[in-house]
């Protein structure tokens, strides 16, 4: 009887960690509402499409970064060397841990907000970045984010 619930409380800690963790990222796969290439900007156009700081649409681009705790949020690569953040509406899906290094069409919106140094240190430690840069943060910025609402890899 032990046994039996041993390998029970195994199966469901198998299938929670299974289910918070996508499959690898593959071309043509889907996430969240899902979406197309269609009308999808550049990356590095949207900051010329933004009106009132907001932009609703589809942005293509590279991922750089993502989350490697859950996958909960990735940077796209700009051609300033600069980074985009992107985000998942409502927390509603997790992206690969692996998709460093893929093209994505997103659609969603971009908005502009201002990130704390808490919020900041959160993402660096998230990524993998060493205690020595993360306590570099010392101050706010402003940055665009992209909320999207649907993913494609390409």
């Known amino acids: ?12 800690m198998a299938t929670a960690a ?7 990222a593959v071309k043509g796969e889907t996430y969240g509402a899902g979406t197309n290439a269609d009308g999808a900007i550049s990356v590095n156009e949207l900051s010329s499409k933004m009106s ?3 932009y609703s649409g589809k942005i293509v681009g590279k991922v750089t970064e993502v989350c490697q705790e859950k996958g909960c949020w990735m940077k796209l690569e700009k051609e300033n060397g600069e980074t985009l953040m992107v985000k ?16 994505v069409v997103l659609e969603g919106e971009a ?14 430690k998230d990524a993998g970045k060493s205690q020595e840069e ?8 402003k940055e665009t984010q992209f909320i999207a609402k649907g993913v494609m890899v390409l």
């Open 111 to 124: 908005v502009v907000k201002e990130v704390s140094v808490k919020q900041q240190k959160h993402y660096a």
């Open 52 to 54: 009132g700081n907001v």
């Open 88 to 103: 998942f509406k409502d927390y509603g899906f997790f992206m690969p841990k692996d998709i460093q290094g893929k093209e």
């Open 18 to 24: 299974a289910a918070q963790s996508p499959a690898p």
């Open 1 to 12: 009887m032990r046994i039996l619930a041993v390998l029970v409380v195994a199966l469901g």
């Open 134 to 141: 993360i306590e570099k943060i010392k101050a706010p910025k």
